[in-house]
Nanobody, 122 residues
């Protein structure tokens, strides 16, 4: 079955950096768009960044220029490099897989990871 396992979260000071990883298994990774979301208690889950099977990327306006999503198909892993972190990034960050192959957006999520917690605080 599909498994998405996130890692790399932790405590970081404002302005710092973190790199999140999502190891995927149970499906043909290179055929699916992948995304990173973040969620805080009481708020709607927010799409942070997406990367298609063709390596096209999109970002939320709030993270453009600071975050980079990438994928390594040989390792079935998607990454989120987060630089110049702000307190708004304090959230559980979740990895997601599109439901259908070669989808160009994450409008329909097929699977979610359990999440990794990021805390931005001095």
């Amino acid at each position: 079955q599909v498994q998405l396992v996130e890692s790399g979260g932790g405590l970081v000071q404002p302005g710092g950096s973190l790199r999140l990883s999502c190891a995927a298994s149970g499906f043909i990774f290179n055929m699916f768009s992948m995304g990173w979301y973040r969620q805080t208690p009481g708020k709607q889950r927010e799409l942070v960044a997406t990367i298609t099977s063709g390596f096209n990327t999109r970002y939320a306006d709030s993270v453009k220029g600071r975050f980079t999503i990438s994928r390594d198909n040989a390792k079935s892993t998607v990454y989120l490099q987060m630089n110049s972190l702000k307190s708004e990034a304090t959230a559980v960050h979740l990895c997601a897989k599109a439901r259908t192959i070669f989808a160009t957006t994450m409008a329909d999520v097929g699977s979610w990871g359990q999440g990794t917690k990021v805390t931005v605080s001095s």
